[in-house]
């Protein structure tokens, strides 16, 4: 069951991603603005928008929810392994399921490092300059 989930998720965002998909969707609307003087723009007309685009919106969200997190799943394993396989600190591995402070704390000290290597390639550049004066 999952792995065909898995295919239909992805087949359907893909699909759904395309321009054409978009264009057969404004063609829909724009159909549907048309007919309105047809149907005296009435409670009924405009349910069947309404009810179309609520439908289509609630599954959507299910499908792109199940897709973002197979493909974040992935990303984050793919860093663990380069991570792992590294001169990269293992601390690193497996942030993601960290608390937002944690993870503040370990992005404060990531950019104290930055700017103490950022400092020391400035002095360096500067000690280059020195000499060739």
């Known amino acids: 069951?999952?792995?065909?989930?898995?295919?239909?998720?992805?087949?359907?965002a893909h699909i759904t991603g395309t321009p054409?998909?978009?264009?057969?969707?404004?063609?829909?609307?724009?159909?549907?603005?048309?007919?309105?003087?047809f149907f005296g723009f009435s409670e009924t007309w405009q349910l069947v928008i309404n009810t179309g685009t609520t439908i289509v919106t609630f599954l959507m969200?299910?499908?792109i929810q199940n897709t973002q997190n197979r493909d974040t799943a992935a990303i984050?394993?793919?860093?663990?392994?380069l991570i792992r396989s590294s001169a990269?600190?293992?601390?690193?591995?497996?942030?993601?399921?960290?608390?937002d402070q944690?993870?503040?704390?370990?992005?404060s000290h990531?950019?104290?490092?930055?700017?103490?290597?950022?400092?020391?390639?400035?002095?360096?550049?500067?000690?280059?300059?020195?000499r060739r004066s």
């Open 102 to 107: 944690e993870l503040a704390r370990l992005h």
């Open 76 to 81: 984050q394993t793919k860093l663990d392994e």
């Open 88 to 99: 990269a600190e293992d601390q690193f591995i497996g942030i993601e399921k960290l608390t």
């Open 20 to 37: 054409g998909a978009f264009l057969v969707c404004v063609a829909l609307v724009v159909t549907w603005a048309v007919t309105g003087p």
């Open 1 to 12: 069951m999952d792995k065909v989930f898995a295919r239909f998720a992805n087949a359907t």
């Open 61 to 63: 969200v299910f499908l």
């Open 110 to 130: 990531c950019e104290r490092l930055a700017q103490q290597s950022h400092q020391a390639l400035e002095r360096a550049a500067s000690e280059r300059l020195r």
